[in-house]
Nanobody, 124 residues
């Protein structure tokens, strides 16, 4: 049974930091691209960051470049998102997801598995 379990969300003031984690099980983690998506109330789900299987090649949405860092530990089947300099507009439910190769990092429909999400709330 495939599982993606996110953790690390919470409430923080603007300018603060959070580190999200996503532990994967039930599939060959190292063979899948991984991504972080977010969805705020009334808005569409958007891709925040993605990382290809080897962990070197990454993608970031313009809105988070320079503030967020995605990484993966294939030995621990774990995906991370380090979020610094948080802004109120970063408030959303954050989801991790896994996509089989060939990956289309920015396309939600190309992801095979999704976690349940972890809430991030940034106050001004």
């Amino acid at each position: 049974q495939v599982q993606l379990v996110e953790s690390g969300g919470g409430s923080v003031q603007a300018g603060g930091s959070l580190r999200l984690s996503c532990v994967a099980s039930g599939y060959t983690y190292s063979s899948y691209c991984m991504g972080w998506f977010r969805q705020a109330p009334g808005k569409e789900r958007e891709g925040v960051a993605g990382v290809w299987t080897g962990g070197v090649r990454t993608y970031y949405a313009d809105s988070v470049k320079g503030r967020f860092t995605i990484s993966r530990d294939n030995a621990k089947n774990t995906l991370y998102l380090q979020m610094n300099s948080l802004k109120p507009e970063d408030t959303a439910m954050y989801y991790c997801a896994a996509a089989s190769v060939p990956c289309s990092i920015t396309t939600p429909a190309r992801y095979n598995y999704w976690g349940q999400g972890t809430q991030v709330t940034v106050s001004s």
